[in-house]
């Protein structure tokens, strides 16, 4: 090898190396700080802390992005406050498309770690969300988890090798961790809506009127855990089953009898509002999940009566 | 495991490290180790199969040569195949083995009273006995009879292990539907045999080495495990490229140049990159495209228009593109690491100008092989017009049937066949003019459109499918449908662009080139590579195409 030629290569890896660097400090200072997501996940442990200091009963409401654009908070506190009598403050603990593996570590990061906890906890689920399904590694590695997690997520979370290797590599790596935005957010540049694109491309090749193919057993560790945290815990909790688009076959879901044993067992109250009363098929979005506005207020009423009618016992 | 997961790369770490610190000989019998281990992986039972076809094909080799087989060979590669019949082939629980060993516990169910269990064992090592009867006579006789008695043993074998799990299913079917057709009433089951990974690759790799030794191309080896390496050397054993032993064979029974001090490793690192970059982007980004048109059918979806069609049968030639010319750079990137250079197996295969000079830039290893042991072999182009036109079709038929047990395998062949025949008649004709940049580029358009005719043949589950496809091309085609803009778009990002991006470097023949350019070229291109691997790998990796083969 000639020396012009060990030059170039060696300029070529340092040029590589401050490239790689440059990426990784414009990542960590303004990628993942401008990230409303991340900044969401970053200010649980206050959202926490001001909920527990709130006045009255301090309702939790923990669940992915159906809960956040489902629930109006201010109409949730006066409706329940009615029912049971006394005031109530509640905050919603939400993050997009997230489930009950990455709830775990949202509870622990708004209230367990800082010795924190509210009055009362409510989780809203649908379809899998509590079964063991993929893991959120960004989210995980970036914003939710310590080390001292590390044992737990390798037993629940991250199981597999090739997981576990990208787990620490978005541990480390920040622009590993902000793959997922980047690719989102490129993907919405080009094609105007992504999310609705893949959703057209999805129902493509899934036949809502054949018979599914029989999946997989789920399987419910993560739930597991979860149940076990809240036990030791002592925590107050409820679990909602969310309602979808009525009539829809595509919206329609089925809770896993599975899945509700393991929160008899833990006596752990379950409400289903899939077939609520005053729920209509107008309230919804497009993807037969998400509520319009003029949704919120419904189903926000919908669940204070629901939990506000709920046997003694179960939350108070 | 496969070059898309990270525990590949772990356990290829181990081995690299452990390497280059061995003699020839130990890297030799270490890198044999591994490839049964990573072919393993995927099922331990097709191991007996691999070892079969490599005692096979070894002892063909010695045979047609006339070299005679000292009895500790022999010995060794007795022991070989019917080890690997009674570990892998007998379908034991390992676990019991153990128990028996360990606990001498004669009471386990594999006690030899369950003889079900040892019958392809019994089997194997009949056929060994066989051999030895049967080899002892033909060294003894006329050596003509004894060089032809051993190509058509090697070569008989390998097509019998290939036709039966291959494709014996495939013709009991044919036959039921046919006396179905006829009225007639036939009582046949299929076996729904496991098809063993890489099948069609290492069968003809080893096939062509006894056929090679018999046409006196090359030497026959005396080293099983040399042998061994040149059949199942990881890096290429699923999806090839297709090896021929004079070229292999040298690299492993030669010593080797350390790659760690030549421009080896950084070609290496280079290819590899180009690989994960074509098979995690390109290809696994064009794939949900390519399989919204190519689904099965259901009432309940929603009616595909001709444009969007059109547009999914670019991206799966895309996707095969990246899938299958991804999965050979990785494998020449990963040869290269450990002192090994495998041939380059697709050069810019979509600028060809004429069929044929699609199939000199696709799948190089295989078409040349059928071109040198079916093609050359029928008469070629030696016995006039008609039966050039003759050979070429039949070639291509069986390049066809060696893709998948299928009538639309076959036809797909049959169609590469008749476009290389018409383009002969074409080009005979005429005298090839020299192409101007639009006459170039107006003929690369058409063998383009012409080779993705052919994809939907080939993508399609049945001739059934690809037919209605085509009709709804013909018949419903909109430009303004919904998906065909942002088809359009992913399909010009993911699949064309990267493929412009080849031009500079030929594809694969000039990446020395991008080895010497100045930092300022080669930094952004592999920062290109790299970031797109980061950012866009397709979050469900589908299995690389040609692993079905």
């Known amino acids: 090898m000639s020396s012009s030629t060990s030059n170039s290569k060696r300029t070529t890896w340092l040029a590589l190396a401050i490239a790689l660097l440059g990426l990784e400090l414009f990542t960590r200072s303004l990628l993942l700080p401008s990230s409303k997501e991340f900044q969401k996940l970053a200010e649980l442990p206050s959202l926490g802390a001001r909920l527990t200091a709130s006045p009255g009963l301090r309702v939790a409401l923990l669940g992915n992005s159906v809960t956040e654009r489902g629930v109006d908070e201010a109409l949730f506190n006066q409706e329940l406050g009615r029912l049971w009598n006394q005031p109530v403050s509640s905050a919603v603990i939400a993050a997009n498309a997230s489930e009950v593996k990455t709830w775990y570590y949202m509870l622990e990061a708004s209230f367990y770690r800082q010795e924190l906890a509210p009055d009362v906890l409510v989780v809203t689920f649908f379809e899998d969300n509590l079964a063991d399904g993929e893991v959120q590694l960004d989210r995980l590695a970036h914003r939710l988890t310590t080390l001292n997690d590390w044992p737990s997520l390798f037993r629940v979370d991250v199981t597999g090798f090739d997981e576990r290797v990208q787990f620490v590599l978005a541990s480390v790596w920040a622009t590993q961790a902000a793959a997922r935005r980047v690719h989102d957010r490129t993907m919405n540049m080009l094609l105007a809506d992504y999310p609705a694109f893949a959703t057209a491309l999805y129902w493509l090749t899934h036949d809502p009127q054949s018979p599914h193919p029989p999946k997989p057993q789920p399987t419910y560790r993560a739930l597991e855990r979860f149940i076990a945290r809240l036990k030791q815990r002592g925590q107050r909790t409820v679990f909602v089953a969310y309602p979808t688009r009525p009539g829809d076959p595509r919206a329609a879901y089925a809770v896993d009898p599975k899945a509700l044993e393991l929160l008899s067992a833990a006596d752990i109250c379950v409400v289903d509002l899939r077939d609520a009363p005053g729920i209509t098929p107008d309230l919804y979005n497009a993807d037969g999940a998400h509520l319009l506005t003029s949704g919120k207020s419904i189903y926000t009423r919908l669940l204070a009566m629901a939990l506000g009618q709920l046997p003694a016992g179960c939350v108070r | ?549």
Not at chain 2, 32 to 49: I, T
Not at chain 2, 70 to 93: E, K, Y
Not at chain 2, 110 to 128: G, K, L
Not at chain 2, 392 to 401: I, Q, S
């Open chain 2, 1 to 549: 495991m496969n070059y898309t997961a990270l525990s590949f790369w772990a356990l290829f770490l181990g081995v690299y490290l452990v390497y280059w610190r061995l003699g020839h000989k130990a890297q030799n019998s270490w890198l044999l180790l591994a490839s049964y281990v990573f072919y393993g992986s995927w099922d331990p039972r097709f191991l007996f199969l691999i070892v079969l076809s490599t005692a096979v094909d070894f002892l063909g080799g010695l045979g047609v040569a006339g070299v005679t087989v000292d009895r500790a060979l022999g010995r060794r590669v007795a022991i070989a195949v019917i080890a690997s019949s009674l570990v892998f082939g007998s379908g034991l629980p390992w676990q019991e083995w153990w128990k028996v060993i360990w606990d001498g516990n004669t009471q386990a169910p594999f006690a030899p009273i369950r003889t079900a269990n040892f019958q392809v064992p019994m089997a194997t090592t009949a056929a060994v006995l066989a051999y030895w009867w049967g080899a002892k006579a033909l060294y003894r006789g006329p050596s003509e009879t004894r060089r032809k008695a051993f190509l058509t043993f090697s070569v008989g074998a390998n097509l019998a292990i290939l036709g039966y799990f291959k494709y014996a299913d495939f013709f009991v079917t044919s036959l039921l539907d046919l006396s179905r057709v006829c009225g007639v009433q036939l009582n046949l089951t299929t076996l729904n045999l496991v098809l063993p990974l890489g099948i069609s690759f290492y069968t003809f790799q080893a096939m062509s080495y006894t056929v090679d030794v018999y046409r006196g191309h090359v030497e026959p080896t005396r080293s099983f495990r040399d042998f061994a390496l040149f059949v199942c050397f990881f890096p290429h054993l699923i999806a090839g490229p297709i090896m021929r032993a004079h070229t292999l064979l040298p690299q492993i029974t030669g010593p080797r140049a350390d790659a760690r001090r030549t421009d080896q490793m950084a070609e290496g690192c280079v290819l590899v990159l180009i690989g994960l970059f074509k098979k995690l982007v390109m290809a696994d980004t064009m794939a949900p495209l390519a399989n919204a048109v190519f689904r099965n059918p259901g009432a309940g979806l929603p009616p595909l228009d001709g444009a969007v069609i059109v547009l999914g049968v670019y991206a799966f030639a895309l996707q095969i593109y990246g899938d299958f010319s991804g999965y050979s750079a990785i494998a020449r990137g990963i040869s290269k690491w450990l002192g090994f250079e495998l041939s380059v197996n697709f050069h810019l295969p979509y600028l060809a100008t004429t069929p044929g000079e699609f199939w000199r830039r696709w799948h190089i290893s295989l078409s040349s092989w059928l071109r040198d042991y079916v093609y050359i072999p029928l008469g070629g182009n030696r016995l006039g017009r008609a039966k050039e036109y003759r050979n070429l079709f039949v070639t291509m038929l069986l390049g066809g049937l060696w893709h998948g047990a299928s009538w639309h395998f076959v036809v797909w062949g049959a169609f590469h066949g008749l476009l290389l025949a018409v383009f002969r008649i074409a080009r005979a004709r005429t005298l090839a003019p020299a192409l101007n940049p639009v006459r170039w580029l107006l003929r690369v358009t058409l063998v383009f459109h012409l080779t993705c005719l052919g994809w939907l043949l080939f993508r399609a589950d049945s001739l059934q499918m690809a037919w209605q496809l085509l009709v709804t091309v013909f018949t419903h085609f909109d430009l303004g449908a919904p998906l065909v803009r942002p088809f359009v778009t992913l399909i010009l990002v993911f699949g064309f662009l990267p493929c412009v991006l080849e031009l500079p470097f030929r594809g694969e023949m000039r990446l020395d080139g991008l080895g010497r350019s100045p930092w300022w070229v080669q930094t952004p291109v592999y920062l290109y590579l790299g970031l797109m691997i980061v950012f866009f790998h397709a979050r469900q990796s589908s299995e690389f195409i040609y692993f079905q083969f």
